[in-house]
Nanobody, 123 residues
Framework: EVQLVESGGGLVQAGGSLRLSCAAS????????IGWFQQAPGKERDGVSN????????SYAASVKGRFKISSDSSKNTVYLEMNSLKPEDTGVYYC????????????????WGQGTQVTVSS
């Protein structure tokens, strides 16, 4: 059974940092891609960053490029999202999701989802 468990969310002031973790189990880590998605209040779920676990190729949404960094640790089957210079508009529930093969930004391409972790950035 595929399981994804997010952690690391919290309340932080603008300009601060958080590191989210996505612990994965139930599938071959290196054959999959992991995406991080933000769901802001009243909005649809948007892709923030993703990583192809076979080669480490990472992609970022324009709004977070230069501030967020995605990484993976295959020994722990865990993907991280380091979030720096946080802004109030980064507030939302952050989900990690997994799919076989190449990473995409479209949430509809991901069949497996975690439960989400809340990130709140105060101004």
């Amino acid at each position: 059974e595929v399981q994804l468990v997010e952690s690391g969310g919290g309340l932080v002031q603008a300009g601060g940092s958080l590191r989210l973790s996505c612990a994965a189990s139930g599938f071959t880590f290196k054959h999959h891609a992991i995406g991080w998605f933000q769901q802001a209040p009243g909005k649809e779920r948007d892709g923030v960053s993703n990583i192809d676990l076979s080669d480490g190729l990472a992609s970022y949404a324009a709004s977070v490029k230069g501030r967020f960094k995605i990484s993976s640790d295959s020994s722990k089957n865990t993907v991280y999202l380091e979030m720096n210079s946080l802004k109030p508009e980064d507030t939302g529930v952050y989900y990690c999701a997994a799919r076989s093969g190449t990473a995409w930004f479209d949430p509809a391409e991901y069949p497996y989802w975690g439960q989400g972790t809340q990130v709140t950035v105060s101004s």
